[in-house]
């Protein structure tokens, strides 16, 4: 699961956090108040298809991967070797702040990384700040982790899947039609015909292909720009500012806090997919809220 190893407790940072995870960073740009209520409202236990799917979708990538050790891992890059690591975890402490996370895929010729991979199963291909964030975040860690990523491209994939059909139907396109392999290589002649047109990639100008189901955007790594976003998204963590709410209705409306009716900033009405019950779990109520479509 990913950055399930982010604990809290008595840590120094806010909610007693030891460590965050970089999806949790991430998803600061998405609505960081949305964070804070979940850590203030444990009780609450939100449950979606769409996270569902999501999961099974990141698991159904790795499937076929093999498990090696930490020290198989650091004698085969000491040897050069070629490695392509899933769901491989790697941290750093960035600024006082002890950051881990999970890439979906990473490429890695010895210390030379060729790729960083982070796939998502939405409806909606746009290069959003937060993926973007969340792919130059791992880059940075591999970073701070000793590879060298002065030529490595980021590459956020996006499938949209359908509803239905089994996981091998929905994600098969990952596999298909080298797609991926398509943009490496645009990567690779852009940065040597153009290499001032190659660095000038980012967030709102990434290389795109788009293949049936399947949208990729790549931009190189940028360690200014990722750490200027970091050190807003440590502010919170280091109690420096209060959580900011979400600037739209739409995600107000889709929020299971606010179904829950525990955001007092909510800036709509919850929509009526979400179907709410309590249980009793450990002499404890629960309060499950269900996002039925």
């Known amino acids: 699961m990913k950055e399930a190893t982010e604990t809290q407790g008595s840590g120094p940072l806010r909610h007693g956090r030891h460590q965050v995870g970089v999806s949790t960073l991430a998803s600061q740009w998405y609505c960081e108040l949305k964070i804070d209520l979940k850590h203030r409202h444990p009780e609450i236990r939100t449950l979606s298809p769409a996270l569902d799917r999501g999961t099974e979708a990141h698991e159904a990538l790795s499937a076929d991967a093999t498990v090696i050790s930490r020290k198989e891992f650091d004698q085969d890059v000491a040897d050069g070797k070629e490695l392509f690591l899933q769901e491989s975890r790697f941290q750093a402490d960035i600024e006082g702040v002890p950051v881990i996370g999970v890439p979906d895929l990473v490429h890695l010729r010895g210390r030379r990384c060729e790729l960083v991979l982070e796939m998502k199963f939405s409806r909606r291909p746009t290069l959003y ?56 290589d645009r990567c690779r002649t852009l940065r040597s015909r153009e290499p001032l047109g190659w660095r000038a990639r980012g967030a709102e100008n990434p290389v795109t292909i788009r293949e049936g189901p399947v ?78 479509r």
């Open 129 to 184: 700040i937060d993926r973007y964030v969340q792919a130059q975040t791992y880059a940075l860690l591999l970073a701070r982790n000793g590879f060298d990523l002065d030529r490595t491209p980021c590459v956020v994939g996006v499938v949209q899947a359908p509803l239905d059909g089994t996981p091998d139907d929905r994600f098969d396109s990952l596999k298909r039609n080298g797609i991926l392999q398509t943009i490496l």
């Open 215 to 292: 949208t990729l955007q790549a931009f190189p790594f940028d360690p200014k720009a990722v750490m200027d976003h970091l050190r807003w998204a440590f502010d919170f963590w280091k109690s420096r500012r209060d959580p900011l709410a979400a600037v739209t209705a739409a995600k107000c409306k889709v929020c299971p806090y606010n179904a829950a009716r525990v955001c007092a900033v909510a800036k709509a009405a919850p929509d009526r997919a979400f179907d709410l019950r309590t249980i009793r779990e450990d002499g404890k109520d629960i309060v499950e809220v269900r996002r039925t």
